[in-house]
Nanobody, 119 residues
């Protein structure tokens, strides 16, 4: 149910843009929330942006005003549009989905996609 696959990573110059996509084997609307996380070398994984099932979004302070998380319901995809990118945005970006039932809360993760921003 929760297989997630990210795409869209790559190399971009500082100030440039990239769009990441995450597609799932399940209907993304079935998840209670979906998020993008990232992990830079030597650092802990951190939350970048989150979108709840009702569409409410949250962003890390470091990306506010530059990144936009959205759901593409027609294509069953979670997107992250990244503008004005900076070298410190370099990381492996992971898609995450949370499914809550009466019995348990389950998290699903993608395999990650590398994003590199050159100065």
């Amino acid at each position: 149910q929760g297989q997630l696959v990210e795409s869209g990573g790559g190399l971009v110059q500082a100030g440039g843009s990239l769009r990441l996509s995450c597609t799932g084997s399940a209907n993304i609307l079935s998840f209670d929330s979906m998020s993008w996380y990232r992990q830079a070398p030597g650092k802990q994984r951190e939350l970048v942006a989150n979108i709840a099932s009702r569409g409410i979004t949250n962003y890390a302070d470091s990306v506010k005003g530059r990144f936009t998380i959205s759901r593409d319901n027609a294509n069953n995809a979670l997107n992250l549009h990244m503008d004005k990118m900076q070298p410190e945005d370099t990381a492996v970006y992971y898609c995450n989905a949370v499914l809550k039932t009466m019995e348990r809360t389950t998290e699903f993760w993608g395999q990650g996609t590398q994003v590199t921003v050159s100065a």
